[in-house]
Nanobody
Framework: QVQLVESGGGSVQSGGSLSLSCAGS????????MGWFRQASEKEREGVAA???????RYADSVKGRFTISRDNAKKTLYLQMDNLKPEDTAMYYC?????????????????????WGQGTLVTVSG
């Protein structure tokens, strides 16, 4: 079974930082584009960041300058470093794989645009 597993969520004060990780059998540096999306309560699935096959990152405007996506192909792990967190960043964060990088950055990602996604990790920002 193809799987992705996220870790690293938690609760922080506004302005704080968290680092998320994602590993699993679905991780690929060649077959799929990898990225992160988030979903707050009763909100859409918002694409946050994605990384292409040569390591070039792309970000949603809402997180640009604050979040950094990276990957370690040897460890088959995807990362999301989140700095200067704001209360509006509160959401479940999921890593995902897709055959098109731009689908990972949609404002409301349809699930049928994803090859697979993890179970999510909760990020709560208070302040």
């Amino acid at each position: 079974q193809v799987q992705l597993v996220e870790s690293g969520g938690g609760s922080v004060q506004s302005g704080g930082s968290l680092s998320l990780s994602c590993a699993g059998s679905a991780y690929s540096d060649s077959l799929y584009y990898m990225g992160w999306f988030r979903q707050a309560s009763e909100k859409e699935r918002e694409g946050v960041a994605a990384i292409d096959s040569d390591g070039t990152p792309r970000y949603a405007d809402s997180v640009k300058g604050r979040f950094t996506i990276s990957r370690d192909n040897a460890k088959k792990t995807l990362y999301l470093q989140m700095d200067n967190l704001k209360p509006e960043d509160t959401a479940m964060y999921y890593c995902a794989a897709s055959i098109r990088l731009e689908w990972l950055l949609l404002r409301d990602i349809p699930l049928n645009r994803l090859v697979t996604w993890g179970q999510g990790t909760l990020v709560t920002v208070s302040g």
